[in-house]
C-alpha cells in the first residue's frame, strides 16, 4: 500500500469512526427530528450528499406500503431545496429494487441503487425523481428491519452523491448501518409509531429538565409554565416512552432502558405525575 493510499484509507477511516459515534450519541428516544438527526450524520461522512432518511414499512418489491417519518440533509442545500427533497421524499412510493424480507431481517441490505435494481438504471424511476439534481452521479441505498413485530417495516437511508468512488461510498454506508440500526430500534422500538407517539418539542425540554434531576415545581419555576402544564408534559413523557416510573423515564431517555422492555404501548403504567407530589 502506496503512502498517498494509506492516507486515503485512514481518512476514510476517521470519517466513518467519527459518522459511527455521531449514530451512537442519536436520542435514544422518538423525538421528531430523530430522522433528519440521522441523514446529518450520514451527510457527514459522505462529502457533496443528499440524503433521504425514512421509517417506513415495504413489501419485497421495495414498495413503500407505509410511512411513518422521514428526514433529510444535503450539503449545500438552502431551506428551499431541502423543503423541496423532504416533499419528494414523502411522495416516494418505491425504491426500484427488490427485496428479501428474511434475509433482511438477519442483515442490513447495502449497495448502489443501480446495483440492487439488477444494473437498470436508478434514474429512470422513482428514485430519478427524487434525486433529481443534475450534479448526482449515483446513489447508495441502505434498508435494515426494525424487528419482527411488524414484517416489513424498516429504516431506509438513501445517500446521493457526485460522480465518483461509488465502491468506496457504498463501504461506508454499509460500515455504520449496523449502528443506525441499533439506534432506530433504541429509540423507535419495533411497533409501527402514529403522530402521537413522538415527543415535541416541549415535551423533550422538560424531560431535559427531569434528567437533570428538577422536579415538577422547579422545572414550572423556571420555565415559566404553570405546574399543570408541565405535569401534562410529564405524563404524556410517560406514556410515549412507556415508562411506569419516573427512573424509568429517565433510563429510557438516556439509552439505558429500551423501548421494547418496557410496557406495551397504550397500557397505563403512568406513575408519579401528580404536580403536589414531592420531587
Known sequence: MSELSLS???????????????????????????????????????????????????????????SEATGVAGEGLDADEISLLRSRADRLTSLGFHIDLNILQARPLVGAADVLAAGRDWRTGS?????????????????????????????IALVALPPGNRDLQTIKVRAVMGVLQHRARMALGEKPTVNSDWVTEKEQKVLDRLIQGESVREIAERTDRSQYTVHDHVKALHRKLDASSRGELISRALGFLALDTAPRRGEDAIREVKPAAAD
Do not use: T
Open 8 to 66: 486515503e484509507f485512514e481518512r476514510v477511516a476517521a470519517l466513518i469512526a467519527q459518522a459511527g459515534e455521531q449514530i451512537a450519541h442519536l436520542p435514544a428516544i422518538p423525538v421528531r427530528d430523530w430522522p433528519d438527526r440521522a441523514a446529518r450524520c450520514l451527510g457527514r461522512m459522505c462529502a457533496g450528499a443528499q440524503v433521504v432518511v425514512q421509517v417506513s414499512k415495504l413489501d419485497e418489491h421495495g414498495g413503500i406500503l407505509r
Open 127 to 155: 428514485l430519478g425523481r427524487l434525486f433529481s439534481s443534475p450534479g448526482i452521479g449515483y446513489v447508495i441505498a441502505g434498508v435494515c428491519a426494525l424487528g419482527n413485530v411488524d414484517p416489513g417495516r424498516s429504516l
